[in-house]
């Protein structure tokens, strides 16, 4: 049986001294991306044939609102049709073996490494991220074909046999228990049917992929919608299909819709030949979805992430160095716009004069701008709607709060959406410490005892990640037996709250954060897209 190894390119290219060469292809295939990819019309592809709707979407970098591409505005009408493509190659699909499917996502992968630069420069443009940011996330990508491949190989395609010995007597009316003949039992996992993957801006190629494959490996299919409202990332999707097709995925497995959630979205949900929905985004969508589908009856089964009010408490006991290092990280990297993201720092009022002093210093000196340049750390904003939350909070923040670091939009020149990452001293009651703001902004509160800094870190209806930097060891008991969070880092130099590795981190949101307790990149994240079978034979 193979084993896992986590991609890790930019570490590989580092640690064996090629960062340059690392930088050149990166550079090379920015290039490529914009003679080859973009500024075309692109096709939705729903049964493995092009299909275009009446009206059509534009899509522009959030970088410098350069044209990406023309696409789909798909409505129900071209929803519907993927579902009935979806459900017409349901029935051989999940017959197929599930080695042949293994062999398919594994091909994925390799096809996905050959060309990861340049995926991952269609993806910096798409949505803004740096070139290390969209590297690891399609490193990630392929960590989830090779670890969900790893998952059924393991499991033996989730399938288990087991015997019930014949009796020498026998009864003349049965009962729980009674002796009989001998019983051959199998318990199987098997497939739902058709799964809706509505995914969104911020990972659209690995979120998209771990949600599309723990469907489709399992023996779903799958319509896929990537987001294509304010926050687009429709050329992510395109290129998802093409490298599944490529590696041999039979057409209706994986049909691709772009268009409207109220439209697209809303026929996946209510249509009854859809059985189950993966989604990640907003607590409000996903809830929203969950009710309308049981409202009408119609017991779909839902694997949701949604979002997070991550916290970090830093002790009078922590390294400051490594705080400020996992601090600055978790809550700028990607300006931010991560479900994972820094938002809340509780730190002891003895050391908040130094911790904070070193916060600022090292915030201040990340460089803001394209992110297609390699000395900038923080890229723009998704969306105007994403500016018009900054100025909400900051307007907040100098009304209840303290601005210490930030507040202001920046570079408004280049096109895109640029602001300052925003440091905030505020008391925890504030409303700020409750909404999840998704956007480079960071509120700081003291604290005198652990025990109510752990009490805050806990006050919010979310539940996916949080941090410690203690060296204190009843701290840090305390807060792994008291935190609630599904996702947990402990002294974390890289980051205090984001950035989970397949098969090493469960990513996993509690409380509003998610749904079934079970998370992405763990050995139990494929049974949400299987139910329980036992089937007894009697001969």
Same mark, same amino acid.
């Given at each position: 049986?193979?084993?896992?190894?986590?991609?890790?390119?930019?570490?590989?290219?580092?640690?064996?001294?090629?960062?340059?060469?690392?930088?050149?292809?990166?550079?090379?295939?920015?290039?490529?991306?914009?003679?080859?990819?973009?500024?075309?019309?692109?096709?939705?592809?729903?049964?493995?044939?092009?299909?275009?709707?009446?009206?059509?979407?534009?899509?522009?970098?959030?970088?410098?609102?350069?044209?990406?591409?023309?696409?789909?505005?798909?409505?129900?009408?071209?929803?519907?049709?993927?579902?009935?493509?979806?459900?017409?190659?349901?029935?051989?699909?999940?017959?197929?073996?599930?080695?042949?499917?293994?062999?398919?996502?594994?091909?994925?992968?390799?096809?996905?490494?050959?060309?990861?630069?340049?995926?991952?420069?269609?993806?910096?443009?798409?949505?803004?991220?740096?070139?290390?940011?969209?590297?690891?996330?399609?490193?990630?990508?392929?960590?989830?074909?090779?670890?969900?491949?790893?998952?059924?190989?393991?499991?033996?395609?989730?399938?288990?046999?087991?015997?019930?010995?014949?009796?020498?007597?026998?009864?003349?009316?049965?009962?729980?228990?009674?002796?009989?003949?001998?019983?051959?039992?199998?318990?199987?996992?098997?497939?739902?049917?058709?799964?809706?993957?509505?995914?969104?801006?911020? /990972?659209?190629? !690995?979120?998209? +992929? =771990?949600? #599309?494959?723990? @469907?489709?490996?399992? %023996?779903?299919?799958?319509?896929?919608?990537?987001?294509?409202?304010?926050?687009?990332?429709?050329?992510?999707?395109?290129?998802?299909?093409?490298?599944?097709?490529?590696?041999?995925?039979?057409?209706?497995?994986?049909?691709?819709?772009?268009?409207?959630?109220?439209?697209?979205?809303?026929?996946?949900?209510?249509?009854?030949?859809?059985?189950?929905?993966? /989604?990640?985004? !907003?607590?409000? +969508? =996903?809830? #929203?979805?969950? @009710?309308?589908?049981? %409202?009408?009856?119609?017991?779909?089964?839902?694997?949701?992430?949604?979002?997070?009010?991550?916290?970090?408490?830093?002790?009078?006991?922590?390294?400051?160095?490594?705080?400020?290092?996992?601090?600055?990280?978790?809550?700028?990297?990607?300006?931010?716009?991560?479900?994972?993201?820094?938002?809340?720092?509780?730190?002891?009022?003895?050391?908040?004069?130094? /911790?904070?002093?070193?916060?600022?210093?090292?915030?201040?000196?990340?460089?803001?701008?394209?992110?297609?340049?390699?000395?900038?750390?923080?890229?723009?904003?998704?969306?105007?709607?994403?500016?018009?939350?900054?100025?909400?909070?900051?307007?907040?923040?100098?009304?209840?709060?303290?601005?210490?670091?930030?507040?202001?939009?920046?570079?408004?020149?280049?096109?895109?959406?640029?602001?300052?990452?925003?440091?905030?001293?505020?008391?925890?009651?504030?409303?700020?410490?409750?909404?999840?703001?998704?956007?480079?902004?960071?509120?700081?509160?003291?604290?005198?005892?652990?025990?109510?800094?752990?009490?805050?870190?806990?006050?919010?209806?979310?539940?996916?990640?949080?941090?410690?930097?203690?060296?204190?060891?009843?701290?840090?008991?305390?807060?792994?037996?008291?935190?609630?969070?599904?996702?947990?880092?402990?002294?974390?130099?890289?980051?205090?709250?984001?950035?989970?590795?397949?098969?090493?981190?469960?990513?996993?949101?509690?409380?509003?954060?998610?749904?079934?307790?079970?998370?992405?990149?763990?050995?139990?994240?494929?049974?949400?897209?299987?139910?329980?079978?036992?089937?007894?034979?009697?001969?």
């Amino acid at each position: 049986m193979p084993t896992f190894e986590n991609e890790f390119t930019y570490k590989g290219f580092l640690e064996s001294g090629r960062e340059r060469e690392f930088d050149r292809q990166f550079d090379e295939a920015v290039e490529k991306v914009r003679k080859g990819l973009l500024g075309k019309r692109m096709p939705m592809y729903i049964g493995g044939k092009e299909h275009y709707a009446r009206e059509e979407i534009m899509e522009y970098s959030p970088i410098d609102k350069s044209f990406i591409g023309r696409f789909q505005r798909g409505t129900r009408v071209e929803a519907a049709l993927a579902i009935e493509a979806a459900y017409g190659a349901l029935g051989q699909w999940q017959q197929t073996d599930y080695s042949e499917r293994v062999e398919i996502f594994r091909k994925a992968a390799q096809l996905f490494s050959k060309t990861k630069f340049v995926v991952a420069a269609a993806l910096s443009i798409e949505n803004g991220k740096t070139r290390y940011e969209s590297i690891g996330e399609i490193d990630e990508a392929i960590d989830f074909l090779n670890y969900y491949s790893l998952e059924m190989e393991r499991n033996k395609g989730y399938v288990r046999r087991t015997r019930l010995e014949a009796s020498k007597k026998g009864v003349s009316a049965g009962f729980q228990g009674a002796p009989g003949k001998e019983e051959k039992v199998t318990i199987r996992m098997r497939p739902y049917g058709v799964f809706g993957v509505i995914a969104p801006f911020n /990972f659209p190629i !690995s979120i998209s +992929t =771990g949600m #599309s494959v723990g @469907a489709m490996i399992t %023996g779903n299919t799958v319509v896929f919608k990537p987001s294509s409202t304010d926050n687009m990332a429709m050329l992510s999707g395109i290129l998802i299909y093409k490298t599944l097709k490529e590696a041999g995925l039979p057409d209706g497995v994986f049909n691709y819709v772009t268009g409207p959630g109220s439209e697209v979205g809303e026929e996946l949900v209510t249509n009854r030949k859809v059985s189950g929905i993966a /989604f990640t985004g !907003s607590k409000l +969508t =996903g809830l #929203s979805m969950i @009710a309308k589908s049981y %409202g009408l009856g119609q017991q779909k089964t839902f694997v949701v992430e949604m979002g997070g009010k991550n916290p970090t408490i830093v002790s009078r006991y922590a390294d400051l160095d490594a705080a400020v290092e996992g601090v600055a990280s978790a809550a700028f990297g990607y300006a931010g716009q991560k479900c994972s993201a820094l938002a809340r720092v509780y730190v002891h009022e003895s050391v908040k004069s130094e /911790f904070t002093s070193k916060l600022l210093e090292k915030v201040r000196s990340f460089n803001i701008g394209d992110p297609l340049r390699k000395e900038n750390y923080i890229g723009p904003l998704i969306s105007s709607k994403a500016l018009d939350r900054y100025k909400g909070a900051v307007d907040e923040a100098r009304r209840s709060g303290r601005i210490i670091c930030g507040g202001n939009q920046v570079n408004a020149a280049s096109g895109g959406i640029y602001v300052e990452p925003t440091i905030v001293e505020m008391d925890h009651t504030n409303k700020l410490f409750y909404h999840e703001l998704f956007l480079p902004f960071l509120l700081i509160d003291t604290y005198k005892d652990f025990e109510s800094a752990l009490e805050r870190a806990n006050d919010t209806e979310y539940g996916l990640t949080a941090g410690l930097y203690s060296r204190k060891k009843a701290e840090i008991e305390s807060f792994l037996n008291g935190i609630q969070a599904g996702t947990v880092y402990i002294n974390r130099e890289t980051s205090a709250t984001t950035g989970a590795i397949v098969g090493l981190h469960t990513f996993v949101g509690w409380k509003a954060s998610g749904l079934t307790g079970k998370g992405t990149g763990s050995r139990y994240y494929l049974e949400q897209f299987m139910r329980e079978q036992s089937c007894s034979v009697v001969r």
